[in-house]
């Protein structure tokens, strides 16, 4: 659902001529998800957060 939403939302900011409020680049998406993955992995194996 929030994959959909996010192409919706893509497509919007397109039709309007807007920047996206996202990376440009695949680095920086990669980023996101990278901090995403530690961020469980704190929480999974170290018990911090969460």
């Known amino acids: ?5 996010g ?9 309007l001529s ?3 409020p ?3 680049t ?6 996101i998800v990278g901090i995403f993955l530690g961020y469980i992995a704190g929480v999974k194996w170290f ?3 969460g």
Not at 1 to 5: D, E, P, S, Y
Not at 26 to 31: D, I, K, P, R, W
Request: glycine share 18%; proline share 10%.
């Open 18 to 20: 807007l920047p996206v």
């Open 7 to 15: 192409f919706v939302m893509g497509m919007i900011f397109c039709r």
């Open 22 to 24: 996202a990376p440009p």
């Open 26 to 31: 695949l680095a920086g998406v990669m980023g």
């Open 1 to 5: 659902m929030a994959l959909f939403t």
């Open 47 to 49: 018990g911090w957060g």
